[in-house]
């Protein structure tokens, strides 16, 4: 147990000593790509374990801090390193299982994504892990079952559709829209994996031409899923299925195809952040929205689902309605965002302490509602994220920590070293880290993002524009990364 817990925690969990005891029994360990989102639990377990598989420069900056250790993958073994391109390829690598293998202490997983293949893994393996099996949340892990478990609670959903592979490629663009109105999405939708995040977006027959060329020379998907668009903001809300009931965040504000991030590429449905100071809705839609994380969270529980899951919504400004658009049955990408946030309020434990805890410490009570009500305050912290598209090496020398901008110069000024939002002291002050790359190093190729910054404010005036200051941040900084660049030759890179 950490020293420096705040004495609200104990407020909160009054067995708190107990429950970390139970919680540390075995050393827990985060894995992914990079370190900064698995971070989090470094803050109240003394034994935890962040293993990561690419070495970027956040990994030195979250090592002079000591609250975990962070063991990286490309340090030591840089070509197993090259072949892992997302967390569940370590699983497989010989170096990671040589790394396990070398614990003095039994470990555990700590587990963010979950599918039947990496179950399979961790079985054949006998590795010991938490998080939640497939058949926990079945029920929401397609979006046409999602929609149609609130539909039978008649709760408002955004409605969608799935058509199974052949009979979709057989539509001609005229007999399609004939049944069904522009503009709409279309997902492919695999068995292992899923629903693909990156939608093609239908707005005229190009687009439908387009998606059926893509789509065609695709054999690997078994169906695909229609869902409508709605014009308005992109919503999301954290929430935590624990044996109390459900805890849910604020209703956060979606970032999407922000135009400064793009790159000049046309927008895909692509998130790039959150803002989560920004509320430009009444009352009753924020508890419309946290009605249906409750009612899907019951649903969850009584298939077994423990911890961490959220829903994304569309919120129509015109008509004042609310609609859910899909769950997401595991921790969300940039949650750690969001705990950070609560973390640096010292009111209650995050989310990710909870979650835990419902995995590890047996019979464990809290103070429900005033948890409830810390999780739910509104943290005045958003993100986003710099594309990587167009920039192949990390030509200008950046480090992670605290920057400044001169507008007036459109000059970036290094002020200090240091990683976590609480440590940014005004609005003229943001963070940049989260898997920024090293200076000169190649950077990291099948995710859509370089590093994030991080800011102690709003910085949105809808999920698509951001406020004018924050933009020319991102142009300029953008700009700068793609500066000098050189497409790499396929036969060498």
């Not at 829903?311 to 129509?316: A, G, K, N, R």
Request: proline share 6%; aromatic share 10%.
């Amino acid at each position: 147990m950490h020293s420096n817990l705040p004495s609200s925690w104990q407020r909160i969990v009054p067995n708190l000593k107990e429950t970390l005891s139970l919680m540390q029994e075995k050393t827990l360990i985060g894995f992914g790509m990079v370190p900064y989102p698995r971070v989090v639990p470094s803050f109240f377990l003394q034994n935890y374990t962040i293993y990561t598989a690419k070495d970027t420069a956040d990994v030195d900056i979250l090592r002079a801090y000591g609250y975990s250790s962070i063991f990286c993958m490309e340090e030591k073994f840089p070509k197993a390193a090259e072949k892992i391109h997302s967390a569940s390829y370590l699983l497989g690598n010989y170096a990671f299982h040589a790394f396990l293998k070398s614990r003095k202490m039994p470990v555990r997983l700590l587990l963010h994504r979950i599918t039947p293949d990496i179950v399979k893994k961790l079985e054949e393996q006998n590795i010991e892990w938490i998080g939640n099996k497939p058949e926990t949340f079945q029920a929401v892990w397609l979006k046409t079952d999602f929609h149609n478990l609130l539909g039978s609670m008649h709760l408002p959903n955004m409605g969608s559709m799935r058509v199974p592979r052949e009979q979709f490629l057989a539509y001609t663009f005229q007999q399609f829209i004939d049944q069904h109105k522009m503009p709409f999405l279309v997902q492919r939708a695999f068995s292992n994996t899923g629903i693909e995040q990156t939608p093609f977006i239908i707005q005229n027959e190009d687009d439908w031409e387009d998606m059926m060329t893509a789509l065609s020379l695709n054999q690997k998907f078994e169906e695909v899923h229609i869902t409508r668009i709605l014009q308005g903001l992109t919503l999301f809300m954290a929430g935590c299925v624990t044996r109390q009931g459900i805890l849910s965040s604020s209703l956060q504000l979606q970032l999407m195809d922000i135009k400064e991030t793009l790159a000049g590429k046309e927008p895909g449905g692509l998130q790039v952040g959150h803002d989560l100071g920004f509320c430009s809705w009444e009352e009753n839609i924020e508890l419309a929205a946290r009605n249906i994380v409750e009612k899907t969270g019951e649903t969850l529980a009584k298939n077994g689902y423990k911890g961490i899951f959220g829903v994304s919504f569309m919120y129509d400004q015109k008509t004042k309605l609310i609609y859910a658009k899909e769950c997401v049955p595991q921790s969300p990408e940039d949650l750690h965002i969001y705990s950070l946030g609560i973390l640096g309020e010292r009111e209650t434990p995050p989310m990710d302490f909870f979650h835990i805890a419902e995995h590890l410490a047996g019979e464990y009570r809290f103070d429900f509602n005033s948890a409830n009500t810390a999780l739910q305050k509104r943290v005045p912290i958003s993100h986003i994220f710099i594309s990587r598209e167009g920039v192949y090496k990390m030509n200008i020398p950046l480090r992670p920590g605290i920057y400044s901008f001169n507008a007036e110069h459109k000059e970036l000024t290094f002020q200090r070293e240091q990683a976590f939002p609480w440590e940014i002291k005004n609005d003229s002050e943001f963070l940049m880290l989260d898997s920024m790359p090293r200076p000169g190093k190649p950077v990291i190729g099948n995710v859509p993002s370089l590093f994030k910054l991080i800011f102690r404010q709003s910085i949105a005036t809808s999920s698509e524009t951001l406020r004018p200051h924050i933009a020319e941040i991102i142009s300029t900084i953008s700009a700068g990364l793609r500066k000098d660049q050189q497409t790499p030759d396929p036969k060498t890179a």
